[in-house]
T-cell receptor
Framework: RKEVEQDPGPFNVPEGATVAFNCTYS??????FFWYRQDCRKEPKLLMS???SGNEDGRFTAQLNRASQYISLLIRDSKLSDSATYLCAVYGSGNTGKLIFGQGTTLQVKP | NAGVTQTPKFRILKIGQSMTLQCTQDMNHNYMYWYRQDPGMGLKLIYYSVGAGITDKGEVPNGYNVSRSTTEDFPLRLELAAPSQTSVYFC???????????FGQGTRLTVV
């Protein structure tokens, strides 16, 4: 089983739609979680951190479900500019420094 | 503020050649990472380091070597390049465990 898994999509949605992505992780001792955005052929950039209590930033909401070992990203009122690949990232337990990324989920927002 | 700098940006290698991908960061980060990204895929961890003199294997270390003699630099060495190593390579750094990782712009490597 992969350490971090995502549905690669693509997710094709119309402007204004709400879309959600999930990311599962296998190590129950994983400590911290992130969502990154990657535009075509560019470097990934942090979108938001995922806190135990959830995290909201404008149209974006990230949540953590430790019991089921997954994190989610909800995008409301999708914009054309949201079209990108969304990568989840998970730090391992302890202070190993190991940072693993998922395969990425591709979102295409259509007019 | 340069952040994470990778050189070169593009490179074509012949099968069997060797090369070093350079990565340097000016944020005094302890943690550094090398990832590869194949078309349509996510980032696969090659090697990482939590400080000078310390390196660990990631998910796909075969065919690569690293060293970390200073906090700033984390070069990735490819020995005997193979077509399977054609990929985009990203270097990243973070200040410590559980913090945001910052990425370089990537090196696009083609092995022919």
């Amino acid at each position: 089983r992969k350490e971090v898994e995502q549905d690669p999509g693509p997710f094709n949605v119309p402007e204004g739609a709400t879309v959600a992505f999930n990311c599962t992780y296998s190590n129950s001792a994983s400590q911290s979680f992130f969502w990154y955005r990657q535009d075509c052929r560019k470097e990934p950039k942090l979108l938001m951190s995922v806190y135990s209590s959830g995290n909201e930033d404008g149209r974006f909401t990230a949540q953590l479900n430790r019991a089921s070992q997954y994190i989610s990203l909800l995008i409301r009122d999708s914009k054309l500019s949201d079209s990108a690949t969304y990568l989840c990232a998970v730090y391992g337990s302890g202070n190993t420094g190991k940072l693993i990324f998922g395969q990425g989920t591709t979102l295409q927002v259509k007019p | 503020n340069a952040g994470v700098t990778q050189t070169p940006k593009f490179r074509i290698l012949k099968i069997g050649q060797s090369m070093t991908l350079q990565c340097t960061q000016d944020m005094n980060h302890n943690y550094m990472y090398w990832y590869r990204q194949d078309p349509g895929m996510g980032l696969k961890l090659i090697y990482y380091s939590v400080g000078a003199g310390i390196t660990d294997k990631g998910e796909v270390p075969n065919g690569y070597n690293v060293s970390r003699s200073t906090t700033e630099d984390f070069p990735l060495r490819l020995e005997l390049a193979a077509p399977s190593q054609t990929s985009v390579y990203f270097c990243a750094s973070s200040s410590r465990q559980n913090t945001e990782a910052f990425f370089g712009q990537g090196t696009r490597l083609t092995v022919v």
